[in-house]
Structure formats: structure tokens, C-alpha cells
């Protein structure tokens, strides 16, 4: 026989299951979702940690916060539209080819960025310039900065098209705006009349405001032939060259290196 007591639990254990499932739904609907997993499996475990009100609250504030953040990096990093992933913790540093590890630890440090600095990386084909710089792209991501890489040939080749279409001036906005851009593989193609006023159009918009890396084969001395006309090979060159930050590295190639260790082994 059900007692009036048994009761009185069973009602009060409804209640509070009908508060949770509230509860539960209303941070999903306020996007909540890391304070909603953490809520939810607090819900379900069956071991509960013997925690104050105000340190439960805190537990689930700590939670959203970090779950939100890395929620943030995650799309700054899409939308940065890496070629793959990279990570300076993983650079090699056992290969002579140049790359000075204190050097390294300090444009990781992003000073760079907050002072508006760009930097050269150059060197041969392989070196791990295009790696170098993703890497520390990937930093500024994870540091809240907001990052584009292109190829520097496919860029212009799609701000030609942009141009086509009228839409242009947008898209220097959107390159104007963001933080930090790569500029990779440059120079590899030569600039044409129109990727030249686009290239002094960028390099404009972003001088003293904004960082770019640039990677490229060439050396930094032979860009005045790259660019080609003298005006605007001028006005690019004296917004990039003088405060800029430089990796030189030198070497074989680290692709082919590896393949001929993997051969060894086969």
C-alpha cells in the first residue's frame, strides 16, 4: 500500500525530473551547449560530486566558456582555408636548413601581429616555408586572430573573376579585414598589369594596419623583377620590405628527404 509519504517522493521526483527536462531545453535553446552536455551528464551519472550551488554554477560557466572558445577557433580555423594542418609544437628542428628554434618562439609569441609586422619566409622548394607559416597561422586562430591563406597565383586569378563580376572591391574588404594573410607561393607566376594594381591594392589597404606572411622561392631581391613595373614594384616593395621580418632557410628539400628515408626502409 502506497503510503502518503511515498507519494509526496514520487510527485517531488516528478517535479524535479519536469524542471531538469526545462531546464535542459532552454539552454539548448539559448545555445548553451556546452553547460547543456555538462548539466546532462551530471543528470545521468550515477556518482555525484558533493558540490556547493555556487560552485555547481561555476563548474557550468567554466564549461560554456571553454566550450565556446574552442567552438570559436574551430570556425576562425575553417575559415581560414588552410591547405592542411600544422602546428609549431611538430616543427623539425634536427635538419640544418636555417630555422633558428628562439627565432621560431617568438614570432609564436604573435608580437608581430600586434605591431602590424609582416614576414618573409623564403628558400628553395621544400624547405617548409608554406608549413612554417601555416603553423603560425594556426597559433593566431587559436589566439582569436583572424587568418585567410591563398596560393598568391590563385588569388589574383580569383580577383580577376571578382573583377568580372563587379564584386571586387568586396572581396578586398574581406582580405583588408582579416588579421593576418598568407600569402603563399608568390611569385611563382608572374604579375600581369591587372594582378599588379591588385597585388599594390592589397599590400595598400593593409600596410601598418594589418600582418601578411609571404613565402616564396624567390629572394627578397629579386621581387622588383617579379612584380614588373617599376611604379607599382616601388610602392609595393617600400610598404613590405623595410619593417619586415625574415626567414631565410636553405637546404634539400624535406619531401624528398623523407622519401628517400621511407625508400631505405622499404
Same mark, same amino acid.
Given at each position: ?98 630555422? &633558428? *628554434?628562439? $627565432? ?8 608581430? @601581429? ?6 618573409? !619566409?623564403? #628558400? ?80 595598400? &589597404? *593593409?600596410? $601598418? ?8 622561392? @624567390? ?6 623583377? !617579379?612584380? #614588373? ?38
Amino acid at each position: 500500500m502506497e503510503t502518503s509519504e511515498g507519494r509526496n517522493i514520487t510527485s517531488n521526483n516528478k517535479k524535479q525530473l519536469e524542471m531538469n527536462n526545462e531546464t535542459l531545453e532552454k539552454m539548448k535553446q539559448l545555445r548553451l551547449f556546452g553547460m547543456y552536455d555538462a548539466f546532462r551528464t551530471n543528470l545521468e551519472s550515477s556518482v555525484k560530486e558533493s558540490l556547493t550551488t555556487d560552485q555547481f554554477i561555476s563548474v557550468l560557466v567554466a564549461i560554456e566558456w571553454d566550450d565556446r572558445r574552442n567552438r570559436s577557433v574551430d570556425r576562425t580555423i575553417r575559415a581560414a582555408a588552410f591547405r592542411y594542418k600544422a602546428s609549431l609544437e611538430h616543427i623539425d628542428y634536427s635538419i640544418e636548413r636555417g630555422l &633558428d *628554434r628562439n $627565432q621560431v618562439h617568438r614570432l609564436a609569441a604573435l608580437d608581430f @601581429i600586434k605591431e602590424h609586422k609582416d614576414i618573409f !619566409i623564403t #628558400g628553395s622548394t621544400g624547405t617548409g616555408k608554406s608549413y612554417l607559416a601555416t603553423a603560425l597561422g594556426y597559433q593566431a586562430c587559436q589566439n582569436g586572430y583572424k587568418v585567410l591563406y591563398v596560393n598568391t597565383a590563385k588569388l589574383m586569378g580569383q580577383l580577376k573573376l571578382a573583377k568580372a563580376k563587379g564584386t571586387i572591391l568586396a572581396e578586398l574588404k574581406k582580405i583588408e579585414r582579416v588579421d593576418l594573410l598568407i600569402l603563399d607561393d608568390f611569385g611563382l607566376q608572374p604579375f600581369d598589369p591587372q594582378s599588379r594594381v591588385t597585388l599594390l591594392d592589397i599590400i595598400e &589597404d *593593409r600596410h $601598418q594596419k594589418r600582418s601578411t606572411i609571404v613565402t616564396s622561392q @624567390i629572394p627578397v631581391k629579386e621581387w622588383y623583377d !617579379i612584380i #614588373g613595373e617599376k611604379t607599382i614594384a616601388d610602392a609595393v616593395l617600400d610598404r613590405i620590405v623595410h619593417h619586415s621580418l625574415r626567414v631565410e632557410l636553405f637546404g634539400e628539400s624535406m619531401r624528398r628527404r623523407n622519401s628517400k628515408i621511407e625508400n631505405v626502409f622499404l
